[in-house]
């Protein structure tokens, strides 16, 4: 199917485990972003990614890791979970820098870490 | 990236418009106007963008004042799907490619 996917959609851990959250999307968007969203919270940005092999911080990127080897693939890692990394996590995309920054959103993957 | 300022909550009947405020008193020449909506659990979803002019589209229509410091988002004939928070974000369409999202406004459409 076309458009941009999240795997797992639901995710418990516990402390200190690494996890790996995936997106994935069909239309060869160069940029893709992970952002996260905390209860009462909007959005916020943790790393983004302008083309394959190119990827750079967010607001919040501490404890997190991203690789883009493949443009259509963008992967989040957390090397060692904490609480504080319960979240919902959003992968969105978009297709280029210029005109207008309309964003595709996935629908989330929501990670416990206990 | 300049800032916005929304009211936290509205209230709109059904099958009425509704129209969401935005104030983004320090928005510099070259930042759109972007207008998002999140609803419950789900993904944002892009509604529309203006830089000057209003713009209208199947969903909404964006009006921007003369002086370009608010704007309003106008839902002509509400649903009860429409009931979400709406994100009001003022960014560049250039190489500043990150949006910054706020708190939003959560709409509440009451039957």
């Known amino acids: 199917d076309a458009g941009i996917t999240q795997s797992p959609r639901y995710k418990i851990t516990e402390t200190g485990r690494q996890v790996t959250l995936m997106c994935h999307q069909t239309w060869s968007h160069s940029y893709m972003f992970w952002y996260r969203q905390d209860l009462g919270h909007g959005l916020r940005l943790i790393y983004y990614s302008a083309a394959a092999d190119i990827t750079d911080k967010g607001e919040v990127p501490d404890g997190y890791v991203v690789s883009r080897s493949k443009t259509e693939n963008f992967p989040l890692t957390l090397e060692s979970a904490t609480r504080s990394q319960t979240s919902v996590y959003f992968c969105?995309?978009?297709?280029?820098?210029?005109?207008?920054?309309?964003?595709?959103f996935g629908p989330g993957t929501r990670l416990t870490v206990l | 990236d300049a800032k916005t300022t929304q009211p936290p909550s509205m209230d709109c009947a059904e099958g009425r418009a509704a129209n969401l405020p935005c104030n983004h008193s320090?928005?510099?020449?070259?930042?759109?106007v972007y207008w998002y909506r999140q609803i419950h659990s789900q993904g944002p979803q892009y509604i529309i963008h203006g830089l000057k002019n209003n713009e209208t589209n199947e969903m909404a229509s964006l009006i921007i004042t003369e002086d370009r410091k608010s704007s309003t988002l106008i839902l002509p004939h509400a649903t009860l799907r429409d009931t979400a928070v709406y994100y009001c974000i003022v960014g560049s369409g250039g190489s500043n490619y990150k949006l910054t999202f706020g708190k939003g406004t959560l709409l509440t459409v009451n039957p």
């Open positions: 969105a995309s978009r297709a280029g820098p210029v005109g207008h920054n309309e964003q595709f």
């Open positions: 320090t928005i510099s020449g070259n930042e759109y």
